[in-house]
């Protein structure tokens, strides 16, 4: 059973940086799409951020330009790195591992932006 484990989230002012981190137990991951979702309050999970094992990425046009989604295939970790952080951006946000039918979810980290 893969493990995801996500850290870097905190409260920050608008405008400010942070840098999630999600690491994961399992091994030989580097064939799954790793990604970034977030959930605010009253609000459905959305997709932020998705990067193929090749280096492609998706954005949700909400993040183009701010955020930047990477990973290191050689520690099974996946980074986000949001700039320009808005009080919209506050949210749990989850990352990802799917692979085929293989579908994993990491705990969630709290993001809040004050205004």
């Known amino acids: 059973q893969v493990q995801l484990v996500e850290s870097g989230g905190g409260l920050v002012q608008a405008g400010e940086s942070l840098r999630l981190s999600c690491a994961s137990s399992?091994?030989?991951?580097?064939?799954?799409?790793m990604g970034w979702y977030r959930q605010a309050p009253g609000k459905q999970r959305e997709l932020v951020a998705t990067?193929?094992?090749?280096?492609?990425?998706n954005y949700a046009d909400s993040v183009k330009g701010r955020f930047s989604i990477s990973r290191d295939n050689a520690k099974n970790t996946v980074y986000l790195q949001m700039s320009s952080l808005k009080p919209e951006d506050t949210a749990v946000y989850y990352c990802?591992?799917?692979?085929?039918?293989?579908?994993?979810w990491g705990q969630g980290t709290q993001v809040t932006v004050s205004s």
């Open positions: 990067i193929t094992s090749a280096g492609s990425t």
């Open positions: 990802n591992f799917r692979f085929f039918f293989n579908n994993y």
């Open positions: 399992g091994s030989g991951l580097s064939g799954y799409v």
